[in-house]
């Protein structure tokens, strides 16, 4: 028979009920009991959920309260000294600590540094290693929740990084990054103790994520590879052992994977469905069962069925119907949970749709049709047949207009009128700032007066002149703040925008938008990505009312904000019918028309946010100059049709730069942004050895914690800075946005900032 199993779920609940739990134990709302009940409530629904859809497999261990990869730390017991766990089980206030600082109880210790998981827009907590780590079993939690799911009458089975995966996404204290895998010998005793205890348990199977054998990886990583999984087969040679692999193909890897002595092997073949030819004759060849990741894991488009089962059928012909399993790409994690909460999108953009709930569906009917024959399932495919038709062929898609316009872009449309230099002098001449001049990258704190005067005009319950009178009201509490505690160039704090993305979205043709279409970002942080399913245009002006408002409330400098093409394209589901490359080129000529009405207001600093572009950097080096040629061709775009004294900013996340630096470089951004207090200031390693030409504002503290850094703290962060970058070239500024914080935090923060700023000036002289 083929199986299908499922390699992650949503973990945030049908209505976010995870993000309500959690962020409630946080403010001290709800006790450590409820909060731990409450995740196994949603467990164990979501447990349910899969068994009934029929799935073969389900998975345990998916589920988290902040992180897979800081569960895995604490599993493995390499927490941090500066925690001071002593041993045993690690609790719940020193994980979220590890994720979120803490300031407490005489304690005051920063967060681990977070980056994004692989090309996503999910984040992780990266490991943290000394030279001689250490690895003790210092949490229950993969144990615990397997038995429930006995309990429950629900066999799974357990998810866990694999081990060369797990220290490849962590840091070693020398940054001597090669020498991580020496520490295998230390970490493996550790996961064969896991292997193990899950046997003992009655544990049949055991899925290993080693997303790395989808990255270029050094020639003796063939042996190590071989070696660790040899390794781990001798702590029990009868549980089954998937190794998964996602987001990109095999490769040069191909052999090595299938070398492995494990049961299965899993490919990810909606981003990579080139490889299934070979994949299959080393599944053949080696006797493994394959791993269909026919399912997008990624996106919300239905799936071509009929397509689907041509390769199911070519995999059971070629190795039997036992050694195939039908899978998502990845795990759901990365896709909303439920459809059928959504009532008002508009019945035929939702009929070419797929949430998490209605992906196990799919895997449900392949199973069907692979194990009893297409006839069993003629009616699916016959529906699922009409649906790839039907979206293909929709007048709603295309909009010759637009077409036009992409056709009319010439090269000096990329280009601004002057070198960066020429720039600098007439920016310097018109803005008149202090040096290490002090601003914040755009939101101010959501309020719960904000979000309920939203609510409320969506509602209806608020007419629209009354809701621009409260939004009016809080920017004006922005920009009287922002001068009392002396800021150099100020933004209107956003309140009127519910996410960086979708505020956008939603005033830009070709998009739609569900209503509960909530995925997992990091933490309790919860997105809604909008949805592309057309030819993009603007309408209208989308920002200029708001800037001119908050520039005439104040004589300094005010900052346009807008969000660009690529963060816009990385962070909304895309549509697949054609490269993503002209989708983002569409964005970008409908941000231009924005960069150009704004500059016409009045509004001589515009922020073009591109917090995603290193987010999609393909995961093989030798796709990233392609991606990056029209990834900077479309920030360039969006951002040169402006006067040379009208200055450019843009601000990147949570990244590594070294390898992309030279097109940050061609991006050709007066000012960048970029977080580093996390690292404190090693990101910044990569500006000083590339020499980096443009000025920079390296984050002086991090807004994903709820900590107040003292001013002598950033002070030491802008002196690091000034040893890298020199002085005349940085701006002082927190790490990203204000909006997940709360007015309390950010007050005495932005006024030690301030202060910070005042102090460097000072040494500098």
């Keep these: 028979m083929t199986h299908s199993i499922n390699l992650g779920f949503p973990r945030i609940g049908a209505h976010r009920e995870l993000k309500k739990a959690v962020e409630s134990y946080w403010k001290g709302a709800m006790s450590q009991e409820d909060l731990i009940a409450e995740g196994k409530k949603l467990r164990l629904t979501h447990w349910n959920l899969q068994k009934n859809s029929g799935l073969s497999s389900i998975p345990a261990n998916d589920f988290s309260f902040y992180d897979q990869v800081l569960d895995m730390i604490c599993l493995l017991g390499c927490v941090p000294e500066r925690y001071d766990f002593s041993g045993g089980n690690v609790d719940l206030d020193t994980y979220f600590a590890m994720a979120r600082g803490s300031q407490k109880d005489g304690q005051d210790v920063t967060a681990m540094e977070m980056t994004k998981w692989f090309d996503t827009n999910y984040h992780y907590i990266v490991p943290e290693f000394s030279k001689d780590q250490k690895f003790k079993l210092s949490s229950t939690k993969i144990f615990d929740e397997y038995a429930e799911s006995v309990e429950a009458g629900i066999q799974t089975h357990p998810v866990i990084i694999g081990p060369i995966s797990f220290l490849k996404l962590g840091k070693r204290e020398d940054n001597f990054t090669d020498c991580r895998l020496t520490l295998l010998d230390n970490l493996l005793p550790a996961y064969e103790e896991i292997i193990t205890k899950l046997a003992d348990q009655g544990a049949m199977a055991i899925q290993i994520d080693e997303p790395y054998l989808a990255m270029d990886l050094k020639e003796n990583y063939d042996e190590v590879y071989r070696e660790v999984y040899a390794c781990l087969r001798k702590a029990n040679p009868d549980i089954r052992i998937l190794v998964t692999t996602y987001f990109d193909g095999l490769r040069d890897n191909l052999e090595t994977a299938f070398a492995l002595d494990v049961n299965a092997i899993h490919v990810d073949l909606r981003r990579a469905p080139e490889q299934f030819e070979e994949c299959l004759e080393q599944a053949a060849k080696t006797g493994k069962a394959l791993s269909l990741g026919l399912i997008d894991g990624r996106n919300i488009w239905k799936n071509d069925l009929s397509h689907s089962m041509d390769i199911i059928e070519q995999a059971i012909e070629?190795?039997?119907?036992?050694?195939?399993?039908?899978a998502p790409s990845c795990s759901l994690l990365h896709t909303p949970f439920d459809l059928k909460n959504e009532t008002k999108l508009d019945p035929a953009l939702k009929n070419w749709m797929a949430f998490a709930t209605q992906k196990l569906d799919e895997l449900a009917i392949l199973q069907k049709g692979a194990t009893e024959g297409r006839d069993a399932i003629k009616p699916e495919l016959t529906a699922s047949d009409a649906v790839q038709k039907d979206r293909a062929t929709s007048e709603r898609i295309h909009n010759k207009s637009v077409q036009d316009r992409l056709n009319a872009v010439t090269p000096d449309m990329a280009k601004r009128k002057s070198n960066f230099a020429t720039r600098q002098k007439l920016q310097h001449e018109k803005l008149g700032l202090p040096k290490f001049p002090t601003t914040t990258i755009g939101s101010f704190p959501q309020t719960q007066e904000i979000r309920k005067a939203r609510a409320a005009f969506k509602k209806g319950t608020l007419n629209e002149a009354e809701y621009e009178t409260a939004m009016k009201d809080e920017v004006k509490r922005v920009v009287d703040y922002q001068e009392s505690v002396g800021l150099d160039v100020l933004v209107h704090g956003e309140p009127e925008r519910n996410d960086m993305v979708e505020y956008f979205g939603e005033q830009l043709d070709g998009f739609t938008f569900s209503k509960l279409g909530w995925v997992q970002s990091y933490g309790s942080r919860c997105v809604k990505p909008p949805i592309i399913y057309g030819d993009i245009s603007r309408p209208t002006p989308m920002t200029v009312k708001w800037a001119e408002y908050a520039q005439s409330l104040t004589d300094k400098k005010m900052k346009g904000m807008l969000t660009g093409p690529i963060t816009i394209l990385q962070w909304s589901f895309v549509r697949d019918d054609q490269p993503e490359s002209l989708t983002a080129k569409q964005i970008s000529l409908a941000i231009r028309d924005e960069v150009s009405d704004l500059e016409k207001a009045g509004i001589d600093i515009i922020q073009i946010d591109e917090a995603a572009i290193r987010e999609g950097l393909p995961l093989r080096k030798e796709d990233w100059k392609n991606y990056?040629?029209?990834s900077v061709e479309a920030?360039?775009?969006?951002?040169?049709?402006v006067e040379d004294s009208t200055q450019i900013h843009t601000h990147m996340c949570y990244s590594e730069f070294n390898d992309m630096i030279d097109a940050i470089a061609k991006m050709d951004a007066d000012v960048i942004s970029i977080e580093t207090s996390r690292s404190q200031m090693e990101l910044l390693d990569a500006f000083q050895s590339y020499k980096y030409p443009n000025e920079i504002g390296p984050g002086v503290y991090d807004i994903h914690s709820p900590r107040i850094?003292?001013?002598?703290?950033?002070?030491?962060?802008m002196e690091k800075?000034?040893?890298?970058?020199?002085?005349?070239?940085?701006?002082?500024n927190p790490d990203c946005g204000l909006k997940t914080r709360g007015w309390a935090e950010v007050e005495p923060a932005l006024k030690n900032m301030v202060d910070a700023a005042k102090e460097m000036r000072q040494k500098v002289a």
């Design 721 to 732: 800075a000034v040893a890298v970058i020199p002085a005349e070239q940085l701006w002082v």
């Design 318 to 326: 070629k190795l039997g119907a036992g050694n195939v399993m039908i």
């Design 635 to 641: 920030f360039r775009i969006c951002s040169s049709g």
């Design 628 to 630: 990056l040629d029209w």
């Design 709 to 717: 850094p003292n001013t002598a703290e950033m002070v030491d962060l």
